[in-house]
């Protein structure tokens, strides 16, 4: 599967930006699909994962209530709603999809992740 993260871009504290991850492939609507995130000088971290169904998603404590994932697996869509936005959530963001033998959401390590897309930069200002 091949993907591509947009939707980046410069915004102020408290501000809204909304990600989109576009996928090619068939087995892109059965695997689990999430979003990460890279700041300079930071390790990638997990931020939000979504199942197939779209049913349970998860959330890492630092964007719970701010974020929401969802996907559209007819047009094979990944979206990550941001608001509240802080200057911490400044990074490269990008989409990843779990090996197909995972079907949880939970986030259990980078080992379960098999692919990457090309990430999209957030900028939050204060």
């Known amino acids: 599967v091949q993907l591509q993260a947009s939707g980046g871009g410069s915004v102020q504290a408290g501000g809204s930006l909304r990600l989109s991850c576009t996928a090619s492939?068939?087995?892109?609507?059965?695997?689990?699909m999430g979003w990460f995130r890279q700041a300079p000088g930071r390790e990638r971290e997990f931020v939000a994962a979504?199942?197939?169904?779209?049913?349970?998603?998860n959330y890492a404590d630092s964007v719970k209530g701010r974020f929401r994932i969802s996907r559209d697996n007819v047009r094979n869509t990944l979206t990550l709603q941001m608001d509240s936005l802080k200057p911490e959530d400044t990074a490269i963001y990008s989409c990843?999809?779990?090996?197909?033998?995972?079907?949880?959401?939970?986030?259990?390590?980078?080992?379960?992740?098999?692919?990457w897309g090309q990430g999209t930069l957030v900028t939050v200002s204060s």
């Open positions: 990843a999809r779990k090996g197909v033998q995972y079907s949880s959401s939970a986030y259990r390590g980078m080992h379960e992740w098999n692919d």
């Open positions: 492939g068939q087995s892109y609507s059965r695997a689990v």
């Open positions: 979504i199942r197939w169904t779209g049913a349970t998603p």
